[in-house]
Protein backbone atom coordinates (compact mmCIF):
# COMPACT_ATOMS: atom_id res chain seq x y z
CA UNK A 1 0.00 0.00 0.00
CA UNK A 2 0.85 3.58 -0.17
CA UNK A 3 3.16 5.00 2.34
CA UNK A 4 4.37 8.48 2.68
CA UNK A 5 6.93 9.45 5.45
CA UNK A 6 7.59 13.06 6.04
CA UNK A 7 10.85 14.62 8.03
CA UNK A 8 12.64 18.13 8.24
CA UNK A 9 10.26 19.79 10.18
CA UNK A 10 11.06 22.00 13.68
CA UNK A 11 11.23 24.94 15.34
CA UNK A 12 12.51 27.91 12.80
CA UNK A 13 12.93 31.86 13.55
CA UNK A 14 11.01 34.08 11.24
CA UNK A 15 13.33 34.78 8.01
CA UNK A 16 14.92 31.41 8.43
CA UNK A 17 14.51 28.29 6.36
CA UNK A 18 13.54 24.12 6.58
CA UNK A 19 13.62 21.79 3.94
CA UNK A 20 10.66 19.23 3.91
CA UNK A 21 11.11 15.38 2.31
CA UNK A 22 8.65 13.23 1.78
CA UNK A 23 9.63 9.17 1.28
CA UNK A 24 7.29 7.46 -0.81
CA UNK A 25 6.77 3.53 -1.35
CA UNK A 26 3.98 1.07 -2.15
CA UNK A 27 2.99 3.14 -5.62
CA UNK A 28 5.48 3.66 -8.80
CA UNK A 29 6.37 7.05 -7.90
CA UNK A 30 7.68 7.98 -10.98
CA UNK A 31 3.82 8.14 -12.58
CA UNK A 32 2.20 10.15 -10.26
CA UNK A 33 2.03 13.64 -9.21
CA UNK A 34 2.89 14.67 -5.65
CA UNK A 35 1.81 17.41 -3.42
CA UNK A 36 2.28 19.47 -0.09
CA UNK A 37 -0.36 20.48 1.98
CA UNK A 38 -0.74 22.07 5.32
CA UNK A 39 -3.01 22.84 7.99
CA UNK A 40 -2.41 24.90 10.79
CA UNK A 41 -3.86 25.04 14.19
CA UNK A 42 -7.94 25.55 13.88
CA UNK A 43 -7.99 25.60 10.19
CA UNK A 44 -8.84 23.86 7.45
CA UNK A 45 -6.05 21.62 5.41
CA UNK A 46 -5.16 23.76 2.22
CA UNK A 47 -2.81 23.30 -0.68
CA UNK A 48 0.97 24.31 -0.91
CA UNK A 49 2.43 23.58 -3.97
CA UNK A 50 2.24 20.24 -6.38
CA UNK A 51 4.74 18.66 -9.09
CA UNK A 52 3.86 16.98 -12.48
CA UNK A 53 5.22 13.26 -12.37
CA UNK A 54 8.49 14.18 -14.16
CA UNK A 55 9.14 17.46 -12.68
CA UNK A 56 8.26 19.66 -16.27
CA UNK A 57 5.42 21.72 -13.96
CA UNK A 58 5.13 22.95 -10.73
CA UNK A 59 2.38 25.31 -8.60
CA UNK A 60 2.32 27.00 -5.63
CA UNK A 61 -0.30 28.70 -3.57
CA UNK A 62 -0.28 32.43 -3.41
CA UNK A 63 0.81 32.87 -0.45
CA UNK A 64 4.13 30.78 -0.35
CA UNK A 65 4.86 31.32 -4.24
CA UNK A 66 8.86 33.09 -4.45
CA UNK A 67 9.20 31.54 -1.23
CA UNK A 68 9.46 27.82 -1.28
CA UNK A 69 10.27 25.10 -4.26
CA UNK A 70 9.00 22.20 -4.67
CA UNK A 71 11.08 19.58 -6.29
CA UNK A 72 11.44 15.24 -6.78
CA UNK A 73 13.42 12.60 -6.88
CA UNK A 74 12.24 9.97 -8.84
CA UNK A 75 15.20 7.47 -8.62
CA UNK A 76 15.40 8.00 -4.74
CA UNK A 77 11.33 7.82 -4.63
CA UNK A 78 11.49 11.51 -2.67
CA UNK A 79 9.45 14.54 -2.93
CA UNK A 80 10.79 17.99 -1.11
CA UNK A 81 10.06 21.26 -0.31
CA UNK A 82 12.34 23.77 0.32
CA UNK A 83 10.67 26.55 2.35
CA UNK A 84 12.33 29.88 2.59
CA UNK A 85 12.15 33.53 4.29
CA UNK A 86 9.43 31.60 6.57
CA UNK A 87 6.56 33.53 8.08
CA UNK A 88 4.72 32.95 11.28
CA UNK A 89 1.56 32.35 9.43
CA UNK A 90 3.48 29.14 7.68
CA UNK A 91 3.33 27.56 11.04
CA UNK A 92 1.36 24.24 10.18
CA UNK A 93 1.86 20.37 10.00
CA UNK A 94 3.01 19.81 6.58
CA UNK A 95 1.85 16.92 4.63
CA UNK A 96 2.68 14.73 2.05
CA UNK A 97 0.17 13.86 -0.79
CA UNK A 98 -0.38 11.87 -3.81
CA UNK A 99 -3.76 13.41 -5.55
CA UNK A 100 -4.34 10.50 -7.37
CA UNK A 101 -4.39 8.04 -5.24
CA UNK A 102 -5.72 10.35 -2.11
CA UNK A 103 -3.21 8.71 0.12
CA UNK A 104 -1.69 11.19 2.76
CA UNK A 105 1.54 11.17 5.25
CA UNK A 106 1.39 11.31 8.84
CA UNK A 107 2.57 14.83 8.47
CA UNK A 108 5.43 17.14 9.75
CA UNK A 109 5.64 19.58 12.40
CA UNK A 110 7.18 22.92 11.32
CA UNK A 111 6.49 26.05 14.02
CA UNK A 112 8.03 29.48 12.94
CA UNK A 113 8.92 31.50 16.33
CA UNK A 114 10.98 34.08 17.47
Known amino acids: QVQLVESGGGLVQPGGSLRLSCAASGFTFSRYAMSWHRQAPGKEREFVATITSTRESTSYADSVKGRFTISRDNAKNMVYLQMNNLKSEDTAVYYC???????WGQGTQVTVSS
Open 97 to 103: YVPSRAS
